[in-house]
Every structure is written in C-alpha cells, then in structure tokens.
C-alpha cells in the first residue's frame, strides 16, 4: 500500500486521539518504525495491521475508523491540500460525483505510483446515485462514504448516505448515494487561486 | 454580419476570453471572462487598442496593422494594473469589417486566476486550465512530500556516516575506528606496535593533477597498506593523507626497518593516472605499547607522531622509533606536512 495512504491513517489517529495513542498503535501492529514515509511503498499486510491495531487500541470498529479517515481527510485543517485537490473535481456536488470515475487517474497524474481502488458512479434517477469500489484490500468503500459525507457539507449539499454490505467473495463495495438537496447550506467556499498551507 | 447574435452566443459558450471588433479596432462584443479582467470598464464601443497593448510580434496600434497578422500568434498586455501577460490569435472575416481575437493568459494563468478570483465557470467546458492548476497543486504537494523525505533520508545519512567505521574513500578505518579499536587493545593489554604516517608530496599531487589524482593515491596507498599487513593488524586513514597502524604483537627494531622499507619502497613506484604519473613517498614513525608500563592511547599516538617529525626532519621517505628524548610538542611553524617539499630523492 502505498505510503500516501498509511501516513493518511498516522496523521488521522495522531491528530484525532494524539500521538501517545498512535505510538501504541504502531507496537501493536509489530511495526518497528514511528512514521511511515508519504512517498514509500510499503506491504499490504502492515496496513492491515495497523487497522487491526487501530480498532483495538481505539474500541472501535475497523468500519467506523476507515469512514472517519475518509472525513478525516476532506475536513482536517492538516490535510486541507488533500480537499482542495478533490473539490477540483467540480463546480458543485453532483459534478463531483461524476468526476470520481477519474480519481484514480487524478490520483496517479500527482503521484505517479499511487493506485487508488477503481471507481464507478451509477446515476439511477437524478437524486440517487451508488458508487462502486473495486480494489484488492476491503474497506475502501467505508473511506470513501466518509469522503463523500464530508465533501457534502463542503459543498453545502445534504446527503444520505449507506454502504451496502457485500458478500466477502465479491471484490468491490457499493456506497448508495441519496441527495436530497444540493444547495442545502453555505458550504465552504472554494477559491482556485488559493494556495494550501 | 448574417446571425451576429449566434455568433456571439457561440463564442462566448467556447471561448469566453474573446472579443469581436469592427473594421476600426472598436469592441462590439466581449466574452464574460475577458470583461472580468476589466471591471468597471466599460468595453464595447471603445478602442480595443486603449485596454490592450499589442507587444508581439510588433507593436501594432492600427486595426489594418493587427489584421495582417491574421492567423498568427500574438502577445498582449493588458493595460492598468494588474498589467497581465496574454496570448491570442487574430481571425477576420466580411471584408474585414469583422475580427475576432480570442485570448488566454499562457503562463500568466496562476497569477491570473488569483488576480482576477476566476472559477472554473470562468473557463470554456473544455479549457484544460482547471486540470492544469489541479496538476500545479498536486505536484507541488508531492514534490513538498517527496522534499521533506530527501531532508530526512540525508540526515539519516549524515548521522550514519558518523557512526560508521569505515573511511569511504579507502575502504581503511577512520579515525573513530582507530579510536575504538587501540582503546579495546589496550585495554586487553595487548602487545602492539603503533605506526603514524604521511604521504609527502602528496600535496603537489593534488596540487599538480587534481584532486582525482589524489584521491586515485590514496586508494593505491591503501591497498599497498592492506597488502603489506596482516588480517590482525589494523589500518585506519585518520586525515587528509595521514594513517594509523596498529600491528598486533611485539615487533624488534629490524623488522621495524624492514616494514618500513617495504612500504616506502612501495609507495614511491610512480602511481600512473590518467596518462601521468604520481611520485609520492612517504615517513614512518613508530612507538611501542612496551615503552611504558600502561600507555594510554593518546601517549603512543603522541610518540609515533614525534617519531614521524624527526622521520621528516631528516629527509623524508624515512623511518624513526620513539626514543624518550624526542621532543613530544611539535614546533607549530615547522609542521611536517606544511612547508615547501625537498626534492624527490632520486
């Protein structure tokens, strides 16, 4: 997994529970390092040690941390360069969604060895959509439920949102997607010009 | 004009940076996006020429002028501040009577959409500009990413250097090395004899071809240095061309002379580099762990360097033991290493 994503999961344990907690983490998982390094590639099985070590150390579901990673991601003041790349994607909530077909392009176009799981949007009717996840590890499904909640707020869109339960045999996960208004609240605004601290 | 009011619609759906002018250079029509680079300013019915400065490929101020030029690709600047850089091209049709430009900001773009607090909107659907600022501040994230893991893997590397024990350049020991090792020696009370060394003219090597030459010497020396000692004994480059040895075991004053002679006798075959060949040779000075009851290391490393000063002193490519009556503070003015070299012995 590529270190983009494990530092993803360091920054959120250590800048939502604090550092001492994510030290623990780290032990637990076996690691024999503090810090994964953002432009490394590290094995697939240490993240998913350190996910098992989150929920433990955390009390909380491997689900529930994935989906808070995902929220982690758009809303933290640490990670804004990480919003501002995705609200690129569109003017306004439903450009977004359709723009998440191409994420893994957009993804692989900054960085070039960063594979981000497939992704495809679904359009039932104008308000409802489902997003299906292809990728090797499970999981990516909740990350993605907690990205899209929180880019709802960023664009001020009011959403509901669910991840459908798969059969671990098959390889992908469904999040459904009801929007209910896209201009709901304010939102935060979105300034191209804008650099990212 | 046959359907101006779709040619407008047209132009200002694909291209809204774009302007249409009369026969005279006046406006008659601007697209949304280039009328946000001027607000508050009124453009249609005056002279495209009092807004925009025609810079290249000449500086023209007449409509006939600009038109000759249908086609090719202009520079522009904007007048008033900010004086924004842009680019167009120019198409003209009916006689002339009608021209479009349709501008972009080229390289400007960055400043420009923070100038002007352009959006996407302000953009044609199929403009790239919004990809490319995506793409500005995606790498600029990574290349941030990738700068600080530079940082942190050279500190590693500076903080490995000085934990190791090796001499890069040579493969020998250093001086940490040296340290450690006479420590743990004599500590064990182990039987040694302690050598210092010098190159000379080795400077004028250095001098003379270059320091690749030098270092080329130095790696040569080393391996003279390993070969002519055992796998117990051990060799350390503690400066610039200044080694150490320890040679395990107690050593009588003639084998003293013999070693040494072997290794001068070594050093000073022309060293070939590059087409030239290095003469260097070298002075030795020995001491003995038996010259005291319990040396300390910085006693020996002290006697075998005034060994190696009164080794100089007497004509270089030579060898001294430490006798107790050499003096063990070096005169500063006269360091060895330091004056003019005396010629090479033949």
């Known amino acids: 997994m590529h270190g983009l994503m494990n530092r993803a999961i360091q920054s959120f344990v250590r800048d939502t529970y604090g550092r001492d907690r994510w030290v623990e983490v780290t032990r637990l998982a076996g690691l024999d390092f503090i810090n994964f390094e953002a432009m490394l590639q590290y094995d697939d099985a240490l993240t998913d040690a350190v996910l098992d070590a989150c929920a433990q150390v955390l009390g909380v579901p491997r689900e529930t941390i994935l989906e808070d990673i995902g929220t982690y991601l758009v809303s933290h003041p640490n990670v804004e360069a990480l919003r501002r790349l995705l609200r690129f994607g569109g003017e306004t909530f439903v450009e977004f969604l359709h723009s998440l077909d191409e994420l893994p392009d957009r993804a692989r176009l900054a960085v070039e060895d960063l594979r981000l799981p497939g992704m495809e949007l679904r359009e039932h009717s104008l308000n409802r959509f489902s997003l299906v996840c292809r990728g090797s590890q499970p999981g990516f499904g909740h990350v993605m439920m907690g990205v899209l909640r929180a880019l709802a707020d960023d664009y001020g869109a009011l959403v509901f949102l669910e991840c459908r339960d798969q059969p671990s045999d098959q390889p992908f996960e469904t999040v459904d997607i009801t929007l209910f208004e896209s201009a709901f609240a304010e939102g935060r605004s979105f300034d191209l010009g804008a650099v990212a601290g | ?346």
């Open chain 2, 1 to 346: 004009m046959s359907h101006p009011h779709e040619l407008y619609e047209l132009l200002d759906l694909f291209c809204p940076m774009h302007v249409v002018l009369d026969h005279e250079g006046r406006v008659l029509h601007a697209g949304d996006t280039l009328r946000k680079l001027l607000p508050g300013t009124a453009l249609v019915g005056y002279s495209f020429f009092d807004q925009f400065e025609i810079l290249r490929p000449r500086a023209f101020t007449s409509m006939t002028a600009l038109r000759a030029e249908a086609g090719k690709r202009l520079r522009l600047r904007k007048q008033g501040t900010p004086r924004t850089i842009l680019k167009g091209v120019l198409y003209s049709f009916e006689n002339g009577r009608i021209s479009v430009i349709n501008l972009s900001f080229g390289f400007s773009v960055l400043d420009a959409v923070r100038d002007y607090a352009l959006t996407s909107a302000d953009f044609a659907a199929t403009d790239l500009t919004i990809e490319m600022l995506y793409l500005v501040e995606a790498k600029s994230a990574a290349m941030e990413a990738s700068r600080k893991l530079n940082l942190r893997l050279q500190g590693a590397k500076i903080a490995a250097e000085e934990q190791a024990f090796t001499d890069t350049l040579t493969g020998l020991k250093n001086r940490r090395a040296l340290d450690t090792i006479l420590a743990r020696w004599l500590q064990a009370g182990r039987a040694l004899t302690l050598v210092q060394m010098d190159l000379d003219f080795f400077k004028s090597v250095n001098d003379r071809l270059g320091h690749a030459a030098g270092d080329h010497v130095l790696q040569t020396v080393a391996r003279i240095l390993v070969e002519e000692t055992r796998d117990e004994d051990c060799v350390a480059r503690v400066g610039g061309d200044e080694f150490v040895l320890l040679l395990a075991g107690r050593m009588a004053p003639e084998k003293m002379a013999s070693f040494a002679a072997r290794l001068i006798s070594r050093i000073e075959a022309p060293i070939p580099f590059k087409g030239e060949a290095c003469r260097i040779s070298t002075s030795l000075g020995f001491t003995r762990s038996s010259v005291a009851d319990d040396p300390s290391a910085e006693d020996l490393l002290e006697q075998a360097d005034a060994a190696l000063y009164a080794a100089k002193r007497q004509g270089r490519a030579q060898h001294k033991v430490y006798a107790p009556k050499m003096s063990l503070v070096l005169p500063q003015e006269n360091k060895p290493s330091g004056g003019p070299a005396p010629p090479l012995p033949p």
